[in-house]
């Protein structure tokens, strides 16, 4: 039984190696080279869903030695970009992973989304933008098709919910306040008549 998970295993590192998967970056990341750098850019889980924590997979090798490039977390700058929306989210290395980089990021609609990094590496001058496509890195897909066993709400209906439920409640309040208004005023009404009943007996 040891002996057949054993050549399971060893089948499966030779498959990977043959088939050139690298164990610490998934192959739907982009790459570009900058001077004697090369950056692979990416989201750290994917395929990456909307409403899920996710980040920046970024990854710097100096490619006149292969080796990876550290300590840039300094030097370097990002910014998600969706659409017109762009937030600027700060680096930090990734531990015990030299030369590899990520910041937060929790994408809350499906799309395409841009990935901006600008600063220095070792001197050199950075600034390049990517945006996921099926050349590049994941696109930030909705949730339900893999939803189970019951599809989530989306972020956009809960907060039409929540404006919708918002609004009812304020027109009862309002509606409640023009029924008290007008009991008092009922109240006053008949109060005023009886005084007069009595007034006239």
């Known amino acids: 039984m040891k002996s057949a998970i054993r050549l399971t295993f060893v089948w499966a590192l030779l498959l990977s ?43 710097v090798v100096n490619t006149t030695n292969d080796q990876p490039v550290t300590g840039l977390e300094d030097t370097l700058k990002a910014e ?12 930090r290395g990734r531990f015990g992973q030299e030369g590899a980089y990520t910041a937060d990021v929790l994408p ?19 600034d ?3 945006t996921s496509s099926p050349e590049t890195f994941s696109s930030i897909q909705s949730k ?4 189970f066993p019951a599809a989530e ?6 907060m039409t919910a929540a404006g919708a439920a918002a609004q009812n ?5 309002i509606i409640g306040a023009a029924g008290l208004v007008l009991g008092l005023i009922g109240t006053v009404v008949g109060l005023l008549g009886f005084r007069a009943a009595r007034r006239a007996a």
């Open 153 to 158: 709400p989306l972020a956009a209906d809960v």
């Open 17 to 59: 190696i043959l088939l050139g998967i690298d164990t610490q970056v998934a192959w739907a990341h982009g790459h570009t080279h900058v001077g004697d750098y090369e950056l692979t850019i990416g989201f750290i889980g994917e395929p990456a869903y909307q409403g899920q924590p996710n980040g920046l997979d970024l990854r």
């Open 108 to 126: 809350t609609v499906a799309g395409d989304y841009t990935w901006h990094i600008w600063g220095e590496i070792e001197g050199t001058p950075v």
């Open 80 to 91: 998600i970009i969706f659409g017109e929306s762009k937030r600027e989210v700060p680096i």
């Open 144 to 147: 339900e098709g893999v939803s």
């Open 128 to 130: 390049v933008t990517m």
């Open 169 to 173: 409640a304020q027109l009862a309040l």
